[in-house]
């Protein structure tokens, strides 16, 4: 291993802010790809006329300088960088892989130390104020990178598999909801190969047997569609770090609920809210977002929670009716988006009322089908699931590595001989 240094950012790279320079969507003759906030995470931004713009080439690093997202970091590619983007070009002592991995894990204290009162911006003095440590021979920081490299690999890799399988189940979710399936759980047939089997109905064309009416129709009584509570009754002074959990908008994913707050409140005050509590097996939605009114089950390993105001619980009480799982996918079908986005068109920050909730139309298939529905969502959801699962294992293997790697702490050569080829 070679000795460690450590240096302020500017004495290790050149800064050159990007400039605003003709663009174009289509790769016109002397035009070069641009390099925006996108590029920076493997996107692309269109293409630039270089006259009077600022160049890049692989070898430099790009920093995304103005915006909410200022501090990220990405590769450098040949190119014309954007107004809003700085090029870090090494001048010595560090390649600019290594670079990039090193901006990378400072990302968070970067964010922490933004300017600006509108726009945030990264600090004019980062090159004095970010000290970076890194091995002085440039094969140790070539070994270091490899090992980052076949980690964001193997990440990409998984994230692929996820967006492949997140189009699938989106095409599977349109036919389930329009062609529903028969008794062994296969599609039925489009409309055009047997119209015999389909019927017209408020919601388009929907097979015989389908029932179109209000959410409402599935509950017993009005209080099984609620909201949370009013603001002033729970407040930030409210909150514990134990007791009855707490959901929050940003909870809830479609048909999935990933418990991100780690909000609770003491027994007392869930027991003065128990009419905005959430039981296991209760559909869950969301009352404003982008788009809002996005639902999932609460799960029946989650304990009961109350809800914010910001957030919809209903209780499928009608089991003759329908069942909850299929309530909450139906709820995030086209079919419902689509009458949500007629309610708030025209809002600059979406939001449904209660009323709206309960104004919208479900197409009910006879339970049995919607049981075979809920099945056959189920499969993909569990494959989508073990990505998602190995997704947060490299995930947090690769922030333990960088830990260890950019810092020294542990020899490279053992862990390289460990990644897979």
């Not at 995304?64 to 990220?72: A, Y």
């Amino acid at each position: 291993m070679s000795e460690w240094v450590e240096r302020p950012l500017g004495k290790l790279v050149s800064f050159k802010k990007g400039k605003k320079v003709e663009t174009s969507d289509l790769a016109l003759d002397g035009f070069l790809p641009y390099l925006g906030a996108s590029s920076l995470t493997g996107g692309e931004d269109g293409f630039a006329l270089p006259n009077g713009g600022i160049s890049c080439v692989a070898s430099d690093a790009l920093m995304l300088w103005d915006g909410e997202r200022s501090g990220l970091v990405g590769p450098g590619k040949s190119g014309v960088i954007s107004s809003t983007v700085m090029r870090l070009r090494p001048e010595a002592e560090m390649t600019g892989r290594y670079l990039v991995h090193c901006l990378r894990d400072r990302f968070e204290w970067i964010q922490a130390r933004r300017t600006g009162t509108g726009v945030p911006h990264v600090p004019k003095d980062l090159g004095r104020i970010l000290e970076l440590r890194f091995p002085e021979a440039e094969s140790e920081q070539n070994t270091i990178c490899n090992i980052l490299d076949a980690l964001d690999t193997q990440i990409e890799a998984t994230e692929g598999l996820i967006a492949k399988q997140e189009r699938v189940r989106a095409g599977l979710m349109q036919d389930l909801f329009t062609r529903g399936v028969d008794e062994h759980g296969q599609l039925r047939p489009p409309r055009h190969q047997a119209p015999h089997l389909y019927h017209q109905t408020e919601l388009g064309w929907l097979p015989l047997g389908w029932e179109v009416d209000r959410i409402t129709k599935c509950v017993n009584s009005s209080s099984d569609a609620t909201i949370g509570p009013f603001g002033s009754n729970l407040v930030a002074s409210d909150y514990r770090n134990s007791g009855v959990p707490v959901i929050f908008v940003r909870d809830v994913k479609p048909e999935r609920f990933i418990w991100k707050s780690d909000v609770f409140v003491d027994s007392a005050k869930a027991k003065s809210l128990a009419a905005h509590e959430s039981q296991p097996g209760d559909v869950i939605a969301t009352k404003m977002g982008f788009p809002p009114c996005i639902a999932c089950i609460h799960p029946m390993d989650f304990p009961a929670a109350i809800i914010t105001a910001d957030m919809i619980r209903l209780r499928v009480s009608r089991r003759d009716v329908a069942i909850p799982e299929f309530v909450a996918s139906a709820l995030n079908s086209e079919v419902v988006l689509a009458q949500v986005r007629a309610i708030t068109g025209g809002v600059t920050r979406p939001k449904i009322t209660l009323a709206d909730f309960r104004s919208l139309r479900l197409a009910f298939p006879p339970v049995t089908e919607q049981k075979l529905i809920f099945d056959r969502m189920k499969l993909i959801d569990g494959l989508i699931d073990d990505h998602l699962r190995e997704l947060a294992k490299l995930a947090l293997q690769k922030s333990g590595l960088m830990q260890d790697l950019l810092t020294g702490k542990i020899p490279v050569t053992p862990l390289l001989e460990s990644m897979p080829a």
